[in-house]
């Protein structure tokens, strides 16, 4: 599980930096027409367009946002898009550029940056990204990855934090708490493999909630599958942080409340089974467990016909006026207040 | 000179990542009205336009490209604002709007990243950008800044490195080396610094290569002024990592040679002082100092009278067939092959 299997190793200063990113692009096609000009020049040139152009920005930092002991480079490239490009998703967006920036200690060889960029690459096909731009570095300690997406909408669809109104229902995709749970296990079996190196795990009870922490998808559909059923979102969010400092940031930018029911978060068996076993609260890792990128929106409740019993949404809970506040309704119908409990990179956890 | 004025001292992780970013960018106001939407939502959106949109990114690592001993934050907030627009301004595009994201070690308290933000905001305010979005977080060591520029421009204005044709002319704005000679004045006074921290250095023989190093600006009026002369470059770069180094990229991309003069290369008669008393070639040191910033391009030979004697152009030489190579001609008319010297951020220098 954490073994290094690259047998090869070329030092990144013999081969210098301009050759590098030249290396690492060239497996890049450019997919879009609005692509005008990808990698090689003092910029990248997008063709004028209708559309909006939407643009977001996430770095990552090892030690900080991943750890290399149990996140295979693969992984960690195509996550890394992944992260960047779920904010595009949020906006109601479609996502069609990256640039990626990564600065790296000289412990890194040619072939780790190789396998970085295999998975950037696999994330750029699956879902029809052009790679335009970027820069590489050295660092002096560790790796830090920089992605920038740009992506397009029609003035019109373009869904904001701040529109969510009383009554509206809150809906999220997917479900919720697996990528902190998927966390936990890594976590557990990195102990145990720093007490035995020869012990090998079995990790097949929990395969759906490490997918979720490891290789995590964006929810491309969505904004496609809410277009086909003529619904536009009052506000959207995609949850890195946890359901509930989204939601904090839906109630703070909408001047509302909302009421969020126990009952209604949705749940994978395997969530709840690893839970149970982690003596977890499974609502607690729902609401405050981040990673999942899934999204976070809502709706008029005039448009719940349209979205009623489809199986990629889940209706949790209604927008309330501001000063009601932001209450989850548990099991025994009691009125508990949320905390924005979000991840803080600045925190010493 | 090396003085931290810093009195007070407040930690990030008390502060949080939410509210700091909030805190740091309160003082932004939006200018342009392509900016919909800025910062405090999933992605910035910009309006539709008729221009291309053009977009470039860089990473700037403490240790590797700036050192705090000598660079005050402030400058290096303002100097990583420019080295970014400065890409802009090289596809001949105007700068609009920039991404900020840092990471930043528990070393740097909430003073020190205002002083940081200070100098991107005065930046801001100089060159007409908004700031749009962007990342903090923090990291295991040091400092570092990634910066997305985007700019616009007219589709036929846009130049790329790919279009210098044989007997074109070659053209720098300004003037070449100062950064260098900065940077090496600026490393040896730390080192008397080293040695005796009482030792107040007259820097005033200095003044403009240090300013060179430290606070250097993007040629922003170039575009605007080859607009004003009508003259459209057939090829542009900036030169950042030395006008040696980035005459290599412009004859790959164009497949062309080049001749370059020894005796038109611009000097400033502080960076023929100083290369003196440090016993540098100032040729070599025009040629392959770097970060100088000022633009590089190629015109058609039948636009010479419309910048001939312009104060801010110097034509150094003009371009060739590609199987003549690149070469500099010496004072001696001696040609001497030119090598690519460019910086590169792998090397163990």
Redesign the interface.
Known sequence: MFEDKNQQRTS??E????R?IEHLTQYFPVKHKTT??GV????????????????????L?????FDLSYMPLKHLGYKAVMVNIS??Y??N?SAE?I?V???VS?RFSLEAIEELYAGIQLACETYGIDL???????????M?I?I????KAA?ES?V???GAKPTDLIVVSGDLGGAYLGFQVLEREKQVFEVNPNNQPDLSNYSYIIERQLKPEARKDIPELLKELDVKPTA???ISDGLSSELFHIAK?SKVGCKVYEEKLPLDPQVISTCEEFQLDSTMVALSGGEDYELLFTISISDYDKIKGNPHFTVIGHITEENQGLHLVSRANQEIALKAQ?W?????E
């Open positions: 990144l200063s081969f210098g930096e301009f590098l005008t000009k090689g020049d003092d910029a990248a040139v997008l063709s004028s367009s209708e559309d909006e152009t939407v643009i977001t920005t996430d770095l930092v090892e030690g900080v946002h904010d595009v949020a906006m967006a550029q640039t920036s990564i600065a000289n335009i731009g970027g820069d590489t570095s050295s660092s002096t300690k560790g830090i920089s920038t997406a740009i992506g003035k373009i904001y934090r701040d959207m969010i995609d930018q979000g803080n990179a600045f925190s010493n």
